[in-house]
Nanobody
Framework: QVQLKESGGGLVQAGGSLTLSCTAS????????MTWFRQAPGKQRELVAQ???????????SVKGRFTLSRGATNGFEKNTVTLQMDSLKPEDTAVYYC????????WGQGTQVTVSS
């Protein structure tokens, strides 16, 4: 059973930064893609950033230039760790952020709250 463990959420003022991490276990599983989604109150869950094993990274237009997604590696024990560096945060970035990965099945983390105060 694949488990996704998220960390790094919290409260920050507008303009600040946070770093989210997602680590999947067991590490031998091939997960492709690995993705961060977010869901704000009363809104649908939306894709924030996605990375695939071939090195491609996609971002939502709303976060381009402010968020940076990285993957630990494309192979080895660190390949199932993704980090989302969030800079220049805005109040509209407030949401629960979820890590998602696709292997034999689709897997979701439990979510981590990000709150950006104005």
């Amino acid at each position: 059973q694949v488990q996704l463990k998220e960390s790094g959420g919290g409260l920050v003022q507008a303009g600040g930064s946070l770093t989210l991490s997602c680590t999947a276990s067991p590490t031998a599983v091939i997960l492709n893609p690995m993705t961060w989604f977010r869901q704000a109150p009363g809104k649908q869950r939306e894709l924030v950033a996605q990375t695939t094993l071939d090195g491609k990274i996609n971002y939502a237009d709303s976060v381009k230039g402010r968020f940076t997604l990285s993957r630990g590696a494309t192979n080895g024990f660190e390949k199932n760790t993704v980090t989302l560096q969030m800079d220049s945060l805005k109040p509209e970035d407030t949401a629960v952020y979820y890590c998602y990965a696709k292997g034999y099945r689709e897997y979701w983390g439990q979510g981590t709250q990000v709150t950006v105060s104005s």
